[in-house]
């Protein structure tokens, strides 16, 4: 969700629409913003609930929030319908995917592209899977493999062909095989590249 993209909730019931057309291959992965929801709760029950999406992507960067933004620290906002869509996901084994990686849409604030902040959802939602997409790149990748060293219920995905990944990440994915990554190749094809122990 995400004025700077484009995105409405409404693109919750496209994801699933296009899913359900191809169940056995496809998953529908929605969004969610608190504050575009007229109804948040409501969003998140159409969301996990009516369209049985698989899975709920935060967007960082084109969305103005961290994803920590539930807490009340002095750095945060007290979202607190974060706060239930994270606890409403780990009841319902649901993944949010975090998009930590810089963009360059008009009006992006790449600063959220930080994954340090998933640190406090980890920690605060251990039972939540949480998928970190594009690794932090390029400039908060040390972050992003820290977090997945850390955290087991912490996974990372390249959304890239592997002839694409720099020796640099190739050297950090051997040293991290004990955590699950997860490389797309080309649009359809999913190979694991490492899985936990």
């Given at each position: 969700m995400s004025p700077i993209v484009g995105y409405t909730h409404s693109t919750n019931e496209w994801a699933a629409a296009f899913r359900n057309a191809a169940p056995d291959r496809i998953l529908a992965f929605g969004g969610f913003d608190p504050r575009l929801a007229d109804?948040?709760?409501?969003?998140?029950?159409r969301a996990l609930n009516e369209f049985a999406l698989d899975g709920?992507?935060?967007h960082p960067p084109h969305q103005g929030i961290n994803v920590n933004d539930y807490r009340s620290d002095p750095d945060t906002r007290e979202l607190d319908d974060l706060a239930t869509l994270y606890k409403r996901c780990a009841d319902q084994e649901?993944?949010?995917m975090v998009h930590t990686g810089t963009s360059i849409f008009s009006g992006a604030r790449s600063r959220y592209a930080d994954p340090m902040p998933?640190?406090?959802v980890a920690v605060d939602y251990p039972n939540l899977t949480i998928i970190m997409a594009h690794g932090g790149r390029p400039m908060y990748t040390e972050e992003a493999w820290f977090l997945l060293r850390r955290h087991d219920n912490l996974y990372?995905?390249?959304l890239r062909s592997l002839h694409r990944i720099s020796w640099n990440i190739s050297q950090k994915l051997n040293r991290s095989m004990n955590r699950s990554c997860l490389v797309?190749?080309?649009r359809d094809q999913?190979?694991?590249i490492s899985t936990r122990t």
């Amino acid at each position: 969700m995400s004025p700077i993209v484009g995105y409405t909730h409404s693109t919750n019931e496209w994801a699933a629409a296009f899913r359900n057309a191809a169940p056995d291959r496809i998953l529908a992965f929605g969004g969610f913003d608190p504050r575009l929801a007229d109804n948040p709760v409501a969003e998140i029950n159409r969301a996990l609930n009516e369209f049985a999406l698989d899975g709920i992507k935060i967007h960082p960067p084109h969305q103005g929030i961290n994803v920590n933004d539930y807490r009340s620290d002095p750095d945060t906002r007290e979202l607190d319908d974060l706060a239930t869509l994270y606890k409403r996901c780990a009841d319902q084994e649901i993944p949010i995917m975090v998009h930590t990686g810089t963009s360059i849409f008009s009006g992006a604030r790449s600063r959220y592209a930080d994954p340090m902040p998933i640190d406090d959802v980890a920690v605060d939602y251990p039972n939540l899977t949480i998928i970190m997409a594009h690794g932090g790149r390029p400039m908060y990748t040390e972050e992003a493999w820290f977090l997945l060293r850390r955290h087991d219920n912490l996974y990372q995905i390249f959304l890239r062909s592997l002839h694409r990944i720099s020796w640099n990440i190739s050297q950090k994915l051997n040293r991290s095989m004990n955590r699950s990554c997860l490389v797309a190749i080309g649009r359809d094809q999913w190979f694991p590249i490492s899985t936990r122990t």
